[in-house]
């Protein structure tokens, strides 16, 4: 039979719409489940991309009942509340963990062999939930983590240095939050170490101009949802992103949020720092040799988001 690339994205808000939209475009799924408690509001949705299909590589839509979500390959999480502005990520622990707990199973039921893709927030804590409830192996519970992070870092310095942001790579890691971190020691531009870049561009920036460019990344969200209510657009490619390193078993580097094992001198908590990832999940996890200040600030990173994992998780 031929192998079928099936997706299911619980929630069709903001990111769950986005997201399938972004799916559409790349035509890697041939088959696009979008299933949400507003029944209405997934019907509306499919409706709505499914009427651009002669414009796009042929994929099958549908607002799915639970038993459509039946051999999914992946299964991409996005329900639950958004921040409100004033709100951090981490203040959506509670609602949000509540609405993992009762609507992964069931879907999962449907389809054990799906790799999980959380993008709730907070999607570190979320993940290791997911993970937890689950019973998978920690390879096939990914979050989007600081993919999007990471891209906007890209950005900032793209910009900055009037570098195509293809040719600009950083990592941002930790927490998809406030505690993250850049990873400045391991940036290249163009096949240079930042460092000698900056020597050889001589625009003289300094340490100051370093720390305004990741406030700029690490505030990014807020600045988008004072400005518009909501943030989907970049998050919509960034699971897309993933979804195309897995489908099409890349063997891509991503910072994808995973369950550590002792990577890092971490265990027990999920975050961020460069995966492989292909078919299988995440393929390999990759050690970045980190500063000591930057060893420093991912260690607090990752207690940071431990502190919001139930008591009996924690170590
Ligand atoms: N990880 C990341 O990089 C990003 C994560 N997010 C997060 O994604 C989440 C969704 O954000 P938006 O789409 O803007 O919110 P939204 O409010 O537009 O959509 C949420 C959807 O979830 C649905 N839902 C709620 N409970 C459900 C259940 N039990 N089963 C199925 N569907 C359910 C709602 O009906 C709604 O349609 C938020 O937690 C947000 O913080 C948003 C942007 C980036
Ligand atoms: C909302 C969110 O997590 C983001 O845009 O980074």
């Given at each position: 039979?031929?192998?079928?690339?099936?997706?299911?994205?619980?929630?069709?808000?903001?990111?769950?719409?986005?997201?399938?939209?972004?799916?559409?475009?790349?035509?890697?799924?041939?088959?696009?489940?979008?299933?949400?408690?507003?029944?209405?509001?997934?019907?509306?949705?499919?409706?709505?991309?499914?009427?651009?299909?002669?414009?796009?590589?042929?994929?099958?839509?549908?607002?799915?009942y639970?038993?459509?979500?039946?051999?999914?390959?992946?299964?991409?999480?996005?329900?639950?509340?958004?921040?409100?502005?004033?709100?951090?990520?981490?203040?959506?622990?509670?609602?949000?963990?509540r609405?993992?707990?009762?609507?992964?199973?069931?879907?999962?039921?449907?389809?054990?062999?799906a790799?999980?893709?959380?993008?709730?927030?907070?999607?570190?804590?979320?993940?290791?939930?997911?993970?937890?409830?689950?019973?998978?192996?920690?390879?096939?519970?990914?979050?989007?983590?600081?993919?999007?992070?990471?891209?906007?870092?890209?950005?900032?310095?793209?910009?900055?240095?009037g570098?195509?942001?293809?040719?600009?790579?950083?990592?941002?890691?930790g927490?998809?939050?406030?505690?993250?971190?850049?990873?400045?020691?391991?940036?290249?531009?163009?096949?240079?170490?930042?460092?000698?870049?900056?020597?050889?561009?001589?625009?003289?920036?300094?340490?100051?101009?370093?720390?305004?460019?990741?406030?700029?990344?690490?505030?990014?969200?807020?600045?988008?949802?004072?400005?518009?209510?909501?943030?989907?657009?970049?998050?919509?490619?960034?699971?897309?992103?993933?979804?195309?390193?897995?489908?099409?078993?890349?063997?891509?580097?991503?910072?994808?949020?995973?369950?550590?094992?002792?990577?890092?001198?971490?265990?027990?908590?999920?975050?961020?720092v460069?995966?492989?990832?292909?078919?299988?999940?995440?393929?390999?996890?990759?050690?970045?040799?980190?500063?000591?200040e930057?060893?420093?600030?991912?260690?607090?990173?990752?207690?940071?988001?431990?502190?919001?994992?139930?008591?009996?998780?924690?170590?």
């Amino acid at each position: 039979m031929e192998k079928t690339n099936k997706i299911v994205i619980v929630g069709a808000g903001n990111v769950g719409a986005t997201t399938a939209y972004a799916l559409l475009i790349s035509g890697i799924a041939s088959e696009l489940v979008l299933y949400d408690i507003n029944r209405q509001k997934a019907e509306g949705e499919i409706m709505d991309l499914a009427h651009g299909a002669s414009f796009v590589p042929p994929t099958r839509l549908r607002a799915g009942y639970l038993a459509d979500c039946r051999e999914a390959d992946i299964i991409i999480f996005t329900a639950g509340a958004a921040q409100q502005p004033g709100e951090t990520r981490l203040d959506l622990v509670d609602k949000n963990t509540r609405i993992v707990e009762k609507a992964l199973l069931p879907i999962l039921e449907q389809a054990p062999e799906a790799l999980v893709l959380m993008v709730t927030n907070p999607v570190d804590v979320l993940t290791y939930q997911a993970w937890k409830l689950s019973g998978l192996s920690p390879e096939r519970v990914l979050g989007s983590g600081t993919v999007l992070d990471s891209a906007r870092f890209r950005h900032v310095l793209g910009q900055h240095c009037g570098v195509d942001v293809r040719n600009v790579h950083g990592y941002i890691l930790g927490e998809h939050g406030d505690s993250e971190l850049a990873a400045w020691s391991s940036v290249h531009i163009g096949g240079i170490r930042l460092d000698d870049y900056c020597l050889a561009c001589g625009q003289g920036c300094g340490q100051e101009k370093r720390e305004e460019m990741f406030r700029q990344v690490r505030d990014a969200a807020y600045q988008i949802i004072q400005a518009k209510g909501a943030t989907y657009y970049a998050v919509g490619l960034a699971v897309r992103r993933i979804c195309e390193a897995i489908l099409r078993d890349e063997h891509s580097i991503l910072t994808v949020s995973s369950l550590m094992q002792g990577e890092y001198g971490l265990r027990d908590v999920c975050l961020s720092v460069p995966c492989v990832i292909g078919r299988q999940g995440r393929i390999k996890v990759l050690e970045l040799n980190l500063t000591a200040e930057e060893k420093e600030k991912l260690q607090h990173s990752a207690a940071v988001i431990a502190s919001y994992l139930p008591a009996t998780d924690r170590k």
